[in-house]
């Protein structure tokens, strides 16, 4: 038989358990319908409204993937994914050099000036980046970049948080590594990029997947600066669709699908590695 300790421990854990299962799922079960509702036909999305059917497919299984491939034979889905990607892995890899290279100045150079200068960039994370987008949008046009890829992913590269985090990281490592490696010869770019990038695996992991995950959300700024609908990234791309008549309503949970998945699939792949460096980022910790 249980004592009394245990029973309060285990009426303690059973609720937090049911709270926790409650709290899950009103989180997931918006997801849960939007995908239910890509499996099944038009009509039964709107007859199943207020039931528990709703969050039920089409016990038909032939008819699952209908909307699926009526999305694809009216829009060029593919090419929306395929520069959503392109994208997201240019302003990933940018994140990544852009970010860490800022972080190795700022932890490890001495210069006039240098506190000032990480003042100030510690000051822009409490600006909104919606305040800055008209001059962010000017300088793009006076570049001459309008309309092309560089226009989505230049300015998406570099990012105070980012910086912040990878010259903590830097921070951490002893400056007798670098010395080290100073008197074998190394100069100072290649310190960085043989030891002091390989030694910030979790900084690197974090910033590209929240890169990748802002670019693949990302649908104002591509909008204003994209004109040509075959260089519109998927975010952009799934207004046009949604509304081009007829408008279909399980082909627009197909679509919205189709656009969470490869999220999903990277927060699964990533998650612990994501958690280790969000959670070193304010100690420096590795």
Known sequence: MMTGSQKARFAKTLISTILITLLAFLFLFPLIWMIVSSLKPEAQIYRDIGSFKSFLPSLDVGQWGNAYSSLLKRFNVFLYMLNSLLYGLGVTAGSIIVNSLAGYAFSKFRFRGRKLLFNIMIALLVIPGETIIIQK????RSLGL????????FPAMAAPFYIYMFKNFFDAISNDVIESAELEGAGMFRIYWR?????AKPAIATVGTLSFIGSWNDYIWPLMVLTDTDK?????AITNINNTQPVYMNQVMAILTLSTIPLILIYV???????QGIGASGTGEK
């Open 195 to 199: 030891i002091m990038l390989p030694m």
């Open 137 to 140: 949008f000017q300088i793009t």
């Open 146 to 153: 309008l309309n092309t890829p560089f226009a989505v992913v």
């Open 232 to 236: 519109f990234p998927l975010q952009v």
């Open 269 to 275: 792949f990533f998650q612990k590695y994501l958690v």
